[in-house]
């Protein structure tokens, strides 16, 4: 079954608001990626996650570890159209050997 | 173009049949994953190739199911007697042997069973 859940399954949101996904595993993970896939796309790579507690910044967006390595977020300050898209979170296990997609977030922007 | 490529794009085969898809990874990366998805979910991992060793394998992957790497390149994954259930988008992507652990994930293989 499935070992990675993530939460919300959709959001939607005014431009410039925040929108924050989660991700929760019932395992011990090695490492956390995260993803964003358009519509009609394939999934493309944000950022990896390795350190207990870790937190990484990519311009409006703020990734964090967390301290069990079992849960990770993603939020994105300020929302723009162009964040549009699903974003997905994949933890690892038996370091890179394995990843277990979450289901998703689906972020809708409205202008 | 040196991105991961897949082919065919699109596949439609009536149950019963067998396919094959295939998965040209970025030249120099010697990880290689296979994942399936459908509408709505995240992509489901399928199998792990190290070059050209197969070290995963889903549970959920049945006997049907079966990749090679057979020289470390491009991967075929191929699927015998198809069943509807089967019907999903065939996603690879590869990936360096370094700590970054990045996928490239390729475009799909569509595929419809009837």
């Known amino acids: 079954g499935q070992q990675v859940m993530q939460i919300p399954q959709y959001q939607h949101v005014q431009e410039g608001e925040d929108f924050t996904t989660y991700c929760n595993s019932s395992?011990?993970?090695?490492?956390i990626q995260w993803y964003k896939q358009r519509p009609g796309g394939h999934p493309v790579f944000l950022i990896q996650?390795?350190?207990?507690?870790e937190v990484k910044k990519q311009k409006r967006l703020t990734f964090q570890f967390g301290e069990a390595k079992k849960n990770s977020s993603l939020h994105i300050t300020a929302t723009q159209t162009t964040d549009v898209g699903t974003y997905f979170c994949?933890?690892?296990?038996?370091?890179?050997?394995?990843?277990?997609f979450g289901s998703g977030t689906k972020l809708n922007v409205k202008p | 173009d040196t991105g991961v490529s897949q082919n065919p794009r699109h596949k439609i085969t009536k149950r019963g049949q067998n396919v094959t898809f295939r998965c040209d990874p970025i030249?120099?990366?010697?990880?290689l994953y296979w994942y399936r998805q459908t509408l709505g979910q995240g992509p489901e991992f399928l199998t792990y190739?190290?070059?050209?060793?197969?070290?995963?394998k889903s549970r959920l992957l049945s006997d049907r199911f079966s990749a090679e790497r057979p020289k470390g390149s491009f991967s075929t994954l191929e699927i015998q007697r198809t069943e509807q259930g089967d019907s999903a988008m065939y996603l690879c992507?590869?990936?360096?042997?370094?700590?970054?652990?990045?996928?490239?994930f390729g475009p799909g293989t569509r595929l419809t069973v009837t």
């Open positions: 030249s120099e990366h010697n990880r």
């Open positions: 190739f190290q070059n050209e060793a197969q070290l995963e």
């Open positions: 395992t011990t993970l090695s490492n």
């Open positions: 996650l390795v350190k207990s507690g």
């Open positions: 994949a933890g690892g296990l038996y370091n890179f050997n394995k990843f277990y």
């Open positions: 992507a590869s990936s360096l042997w370094d700590t970054r652990g990045e996928q490239y």
